[in-house]
């Protein structure tokens, strides 16, 4: 599938596979479309890269969100990777990630950091994350609430 940079016509495209996915609570939703905005209204942010995964007719079916994380050389943080539920187990996130690898390498980038929860609706997430050659580097015990960790993986270009 073609990957390219995510334009103004996928955002509700995006926004309705992630609830689709029903992984992600309103408040993760909320910060997604707020990532969204920001990327596709200011034309002068460089916080945040989005690229989209589309099919046949130009529609988003998964997407991609990472930024460089402040105050480092080199460290990228990879705040979203989504794929429509319809075509999951296809290879898109796969294709999303290595595309994504790809681009910070010819960035001369050297790590990148995916943060997610040690509850057991983000299990699937984990075991791309580990597949993937990404390594638990740290957990923070009860940082989201109670009985739910932060995991952080990293993965060294």
């Not at 460089?46 to 997407?63: C, K, M, T």
């Amino acid at each position: 599938m073609p990957i390219r940079p995510t334009q103004q016509k996928d955002e509700e495209k995006i926004l309705d596979f992630i609830r689709a996915t029903k992984v992600f609570n309103d408040e993760e939703i909320a910060i997604a479309k707020e990532l969204l905005d920001i990327y596709l209204n200011d034309k002068n942010q460089n916080d945040y890269e989005i690229f989209s995964s589309v099919n046949e007719r130009d529609e988003a079916i998964g997407y991609v969100c990472f930024g460089q994380t402040p105050a480092t050389q080199a460290t990228y943080d990879l705040y979203w990777i989504a794929v429509d539920p319809n075509v999951h187990n296809k290879g898109i996130g796969t294709q999303l990630l290595q595309f994504t690898e790809k681009y910070l390498k010819n960035k001369n980038a050297r790590l990148i950091i995916a943060e997610t929860s040690s509850t057991s609706k983000y299990e699937s997430t984990r075991a791309f994350y580990i597949k993937k050659g990404f390594e638990q580097l740290a957990r923070i015990n009860e940082y989201y609430k109670s009985d739910d960790d932060l995991l952080i993986y990293g993965k060294y270009l």
